[in-house]
C-alpha cells in the first residue's frame, strides 16, 4: 500500500488585492448575482467567464420548481461561452455568490460537483490551465486550474 496526498495551492487576496483584468471579472460575476432566478433557495451565484478572444460572459443560477431542471451561474456562463464562441478558449473564470440574507459571501463558494466536471472539459478542450478565482466578501481565493478543484477527475489527463 502507497498513501499519498494531493495538495491543491490556493492564494487568498483581499479583492482589492487583485490585479485589474481579474478584478474587472469579479466585479462581472458579483453583478451577475443580480440576475439570478432562486426564489427556492434565495442562494444567487454568478459567474463570468474571460475567453481568449477578449470576449466575457456571464451567467448566473437559474431555479425551477420542477427540480433539478435549473442550472448552476458555472454551467449557465460555460453552455453560453460554448455555444455562443465555439473556437474560443477560457481563460479564467470568477465566481460570486449572495446568501439567503442577500449579502456576498465571506468565505468563497465553490462550485458544485457538476459544474467542476463541466469545467473541466472546457479546460481540456482550451489545452492549458483555466484559473479559477472565487470571490467572498472577507477573502478571495484564486485557484490555478480547474483540474485542481476535482483531482481524481474522471478525463484523459
Known amino acids: 500500500m502507497k498513501d499519498f496526498n494531493i495538495i491543491i495551492p490556493v492564494k487568498s487576496f483581499s479583492c482589492d488585492e487583485l490585479d485589474e483584468q481579474r478584478r474587472h471579472l469579479v466585479d462581472l460575476a458579483c453583478e451577475a448575482t443580480s440576475r439570478s432566478y432562486s426564489p427556492y433557495s434565495h442562494f444567487r451565484v454568478g459567474a463570468a467567464i474571460e475567453l481568449d478572444n477578449g470576449e466575457i460572459v456571464t451567467g448566473a443560477n437559474q431555479e425551477n420548481v420542477a427540480y433539478p431542471s435549473g442550472t448552476c451561474a458555472e ?53 492549458h490551465d483555466v484559473e479559477v478565482i472565487l470571490y467572498g466578501s472577507e477573502a478571495t481565493y484564486v485557484i490555478p486550474s480547474v483540474r485542481m478543484l476535482l483531482p481524481l477527475a474522471f478525463t484523459e489527463f
Do not use: K, N, W
Not at 461561452?81 to 470568477?94: E, L, N, Q, S, T
Not at 462550485?111 to 489545452?127: I, T
Open 75 to 127: 454551467r449557465s456562463a460555460c453552455f453560453y461561452a460554448g455555444a455562443h464562441y465555439p473556437d474560443a478558449h477560457f481563460v479564467r473564470i470568477a465566481i460570486a455568490a449572495r446568501g439567503t440574507d442577500g449579502e456576498f459571501t465571506a468565505i468563497p463558494t465553490a462550485p458544485c460537483g457538476a459544474c467542476r466536471q463541466s469545467l473541466l472539459e472546457y479546460e481540456m478542450l482550451a489545452g
